[in-house]
């Protein structure tokens, strides 16, 4: 089993929809979780970081379920700029230098 | 917020040419820097942990001889692509994380999109 696994999508959505991606994590011991996103040819970008059961930014909320081993990323109110790809990111508990980055999701939002 | 610079943005270069990338941590110290190759419509894939001060932690099937990494300071990494081939075009892109601040997330460069002739 991989350390994080995604859906890779692609989500297709209206303007205004709300969407949510699933991220799945095979070390239950895992504290801490990032979302990045990344567009295309570009770097990727912290959007948000997770450190107990969720967190919230504007339109943006990440929660976490440790007992299901997932955490999700909620998107309201979809943007046409919200369109990217979005990685999750979750490093293991005896190695901080080793982050496991899942493969990514991608959103297309649709005018 | 965690700044990291990446240069140059961009390389076009005939094979053969041996091509050096810069990745700096601008406002913290990083011990511990990442590179990683990117083609395109696929994932992040980790070449090499780099870390100040002692040599490079290279990931199965990287060739370290290939993918020279030197990270002098707490500031600075670079990457040598040496006798670079077109089949070494891809986007490279390296992170870092904040010096002795436990579990923080890592903090991307611009990259550097390579594309050998």
């Known amino acids: 089993r991989k350390e994080v696994e995604q859906d890779p999508g692609p989500f297709n959505v209206p303007e205004g929809a709300t969407v949510a991606f699933n991220c799945t994590y095979s070390?239950?011991?895992?504290?801490?979780f990032f979302w990045y996103r990344q567009d295309c040819r570009k770097e990727p970008k912290l959007l948000m970081s997770?450190?107990?059961s969720g967190n919230e930014d504007g339109r943006f909320t990440a929660q976490l379920n440790r007992a299901s081993q997932y955490i999700s990323l909620l998107i309201r109110d979809s943007k046409l700029s919200d369109s990217a790809t979005y990685l999750c990111?979750?490093?293991?508990?005896?190695?901080?230098?080793?982050?496991?980055f899942g493969s990514g999701t991608k959103l297309n939002v649709k005018p | 917020g965690a700044v990291v610079s990446q240069h140059p943005s961009w390389v076009i270069c005939k094979s053969g040419t041996s091509v050096k990338i810069e990745c700096r941590s601008l406002?913290?110290?990083?011990?511990?820097m990442f590179w990683y190759r990117q083609f395109p419509k696929q994932s992040l894939m980790l070449m090499a942990t780099?870390?100040?001060?002692?040599?490079?932690?290279?990931e199965q099937g990287v060739e370290k001889d290939k993918f020279l990494i030197n990270h002098a300071s707490l500031t600075l990494s670079t990457l040598t692509v040496t006798s670079a081939h077109p089949e070494d075009s891809s986007f490279y892109i390296c992170?870092?994380?904040?010096?002795?601040?436990?579990?923080?997330?890592?903090?991307f460069g611009d990259g550097t999109r390579l594309s050998i002739l």
């Open positions: 997770v450190y107990s």
């Open positions: 780099s870390n100040e001060g002692s040599k490079a932690t290279y």
């Open positions: 070390n239950s011991a895992s504290q801490s």
């Open positions: 990111v979750v490093p293991p508990t005896y190695n901080f230098n080793k982050f496991y």
């Open positions: 992170s870092a994380r904040d010096l002795g601040r436990g579990d923080q997330p890592q903090h």
């Open positions: 406002d913290f110290q990083a011990t511990t």
